[in-house]
């Protein structure tokens, strides 16, 4: 029986074999190439079948014994052959004298390499494609048998190839590592990639380099991830930056917020001289505000408020600060201002009236007239020296107090 390269029990008969194996008809052309063949010397079984094998290997025994062959590359690779004869055939395998070459055989490879999670490829000097694990057909979209033999380029949408191979190549030879590589790129198919390479060189018997194996993990969802995260971080902190911004001022008014002058007093008290230091502070009240929003609306009280704290601000002396306690309430701080100086100012607070009439249309017989009820109270540092601020707050609150008196005595 003559061996057929055709014949199903004759293919697995050589691909059995982990070192090279080939046959030979009395012609001398190969009828049989198994896969460690197309591993270790680098030719398909395609491109060998039907040729005399010394037309690629150069001159090959035809008995057993040392031998110096070339792979596809034209480097040398030298071991030992067996010839044996039968049914007409010549068979030949090749002990590669570089055991990391000629051992391992091409099934176990694979097996190894078929379980492994990362994309690997395997590449020659040149940058053609040796081989791809299941992992890397998943990850490139592409099919092994597709790809192995040509260039890497045919491999992905990747306009820096000969760049990252140059650069690779360079680093391998001289023995430095290539290790955390990110590459952004597109599949064949037009998916963005970003890949974390690593590769590790291989060698020639005689040492050289061969090419290199380059492990691919694709951290693609994890940029993305890391992508949304940031927009998230940055929406959430411009959404407290907001938030921020709107516990430190009233939004209606502008003035500071109750927060923001509880803390101005207690800074304005801290920077006072000694336990006798004191601070001027100043609370207001809108007179007949109530009747405002009860005959003309709330847009109507809206706007007198906000013209109340206009006119706050522009009477204030430099350093002081005016804040709105809530409704009608406002107070003001006024660090570094005798009494004098805070009489004047509350002198001006209580000269504002509406900047324009309010209509007739509306209005109640009994409904007074717009007003502002001023009191002025001093705070010491000793009598703020409270936890959590309850000597600042009661400092305010008694302002609220001595505006009330006044509103009473009044009516």
């Known amino acids: 029986m003559r061996l057929d390269r055709t014949d199903p029990a004759t293919t697995r008969l050589l691909d059995g074999f982990p070192d090279p194996a080939w046959s030979v008809d009395d012609a ?3 009828v049989a190439w198994n896969r460690a063949a197309e591993d270790v010397l680098g030719h398909r079984a395609g491109d060998v079948l039907g040729r005399d094998p ?25 071991g030992s052959v067996l010839v044996w004869t039968a049914e007409g055939l010549r068979h030949a395998t090749l002990r590669v ?53 040509h260039h890497v380029r045919v491999l992905t949408r990747f306009e820096d190839t000969d760049d990252y ?6 680093a391998l030879r001289s023995g430095e590592a290539w290790h955390g590589v990110e590459v952004h790129l597109r599949t064949l198919a037009g998916r963005p990639l970003v890949l974390h390479t690593s590769a590790t060189a291989l060698s020639t018997p005689g040492g050289g380099y061969a090419g290199a194996v380059v492990v691919s ?22 959404r407290a930056t ?14 500071a917020a109750r927060g923001l002058l509880q803390e101005r007093l207690a800074a304005a008290l801290s920077a006072a001289a000694g336990d006798a230091g004191t601070v001027c502070v100043l609370a207001a009240d809108l007179e007949g505000f109530r009747a405002v929003n009860e005959s003309y609306g709330l847009a109507t009280g809206d706007a007198v408020l906000t013209a109340f704290a206009a006119h706050l601000r522009s009477v204030l ?12 309430e406002f107070a003001v701080v006024l660090p570094g201002t005798g009494e004098p100086e805070a009489a004047a100012v509350a002198r001006a607070v209580r000269d504002w009236t509406p900047p ?3 209509p007739s249309r509306g209005r109640r017989p009994d409904d007074p007239d717009v007003g502002v009820t001023v009191a002025l109270v001093r705070a010491t540092a000793a009598e703020c020296r409270s936890p959590f601020d309850t000597g600042v707050r009661s400092v305010l609150q008694r302002a609220e107090d001595a505006v009330a008196a006044g509103k009473g005595a009044r009516g």
């Open 97 to 149: 004298a570089d055991p990391d070459v000629g051992a391992v055989g091409r099934r176990l490879l694979e097996g190894l390499l078929a379980h492994v999670s990362d994309a690997v490829t395997t590449l020659d000097a040149d940058g053609t494609v040796r081989s791809l694990n299941r992992a890397a057909e998943q990850v490139f979209g592409v099919r092994a048998a597709d790809v192995v033999g």
């Open 317 to 328: 002396p430099p350093g002081a600060t005016a804040g709105r306690l809530g409704a009608d």
């Open 165 to 170: 191979l140059l650069a690779m190549g360079r």
């Open 28 to 30: 001398g052309r190969a």
């Open 54 to 78: 010394g037309e690629l290997l150069g001159p090959v025994p035809t008995a057993s014994g040392p031998v110096r062959l070339r792979d596809a590359q034209g480097r040398p690779v030298p």
């Open 356 to 358: 324009a009439p309010l």
């Open 242 to 255: 907001e938030l921020a911004r709107s516990t430190r001022s009233d939004a209606l008014t502008g003035v």
């Open 217 to 238: 993990r694709d951290v693609t969802p994890v940029r993305e991830l890391e992508r949304s995260l940031r927009a998230a971080t940055s929406a959430l902190r411009e």
